[in-house]
């Protein structure tokens, strides 16, 4: 059964601590994406990788960082030199090839720094 | 500078009437276009696409036009239904391999 996974659902973290979201995928796809969701905000594009090794900044990159050693996994950290880390993080991928098309997306993780 | 913009936060619509989700936007190089559902902490789920070389494309009770010249995109949903309730998002592509998303309707079908 193909798909996005995300780990964990919910995760607290202390202000000040470095943390790191998981996201790892059995479609296949070339490209992979992190992305934010804020009340009215719509999503965000933190960064992107279209292939293995690679990897691109998005709009809102500053105070993130992502490793693409693996096609299948793409995890994003969230430094402490995010200013508003609270939010919802998507994870998505697509088959890449320079055209996005249709993203597929996991389920997400509810991050709450305090 | 927003280049994909839904002006309507909301939407309220009765069980089996016509719901229509507009997106307008800015960037003439887009010519892909697409359509998302998300449910509350859950991840975005697409929904129905289209072409810039087309003005419009069906699936089942999903209609989407595409109207190049303004600028501007509408999703049809006839009949609603309750558990079509969800926020919407509209979203665009060029060959830049990034997808522009705007900022969610949230759609509410009242039985």
């Known amino acids: 059964d193909g798909g996005i996974t995300q780990s964990p659902k919910y995760l607290f973290r202390k202000e000040g601590q470095n943390v790191t979201l998981s996201c790892e995928q059995n479609l296949n796809h070339d490209a992979m994406y992190w992305y934010r969701q804020d009340p009215g905000q719509g999503l965000r594009l933190i960064y992107y990788?279209?292939?293995?090794?690679?990897?691109q900044k998005g709009d809102i990159a500053e105070g993130y960082s992502v490793s693409r050693e693996k096609k299948e996994s793409f995890p994003l950290t969230v430094t402490s030199a995010q200013k508003n880390p609270t939010a919802f993080y998507l994870c998505?991928?697509?088959?890449?090839?320079?055209?996005?098309?249709?993203?597929?997306f996991g389920p997400g993780t509810r991050l709450t720094v305090t | 500078d927003q280049q994909v913009k839904q002006n309507s936060p909301s939407l309220s619509v009765q069980e089996g009437r016509i719901s229509i989700l507009n997106c307008d936007y800015t960037?003439?190089?887009?010519?892909?276009f697409l359509w998302y559902k998300k449910y509350p902490a859950e991840g975005p789920t697409f929904l129905i696409s289209i072409s810039s070389i087309k003005d419009k494309n069906e699936d089942g009770r999903f209609t989407v036009f595409l109207n190049k010249s303004a600028k501007h995109l509408s999703l049809h949903i006839v009949p609603s239904q309750p558990g079509d309730s969800a926020v919407y998002f509209c979203a665009a592509t060029s060959n830049t391999g990034k997808l522009i998303f705007g900022q969610g309707t949230t759609l509410q079908v009242k039985p």
């Open positions: 960037n003439s190089m887009f010519d892909y």
């Open positions: 998505a991928s697509s088959m890449g090839s320079g055209r996005s098309y249709e993203q597929y």
């Open positions: 990788s279209q292939i293995v090794n690679d990897f």
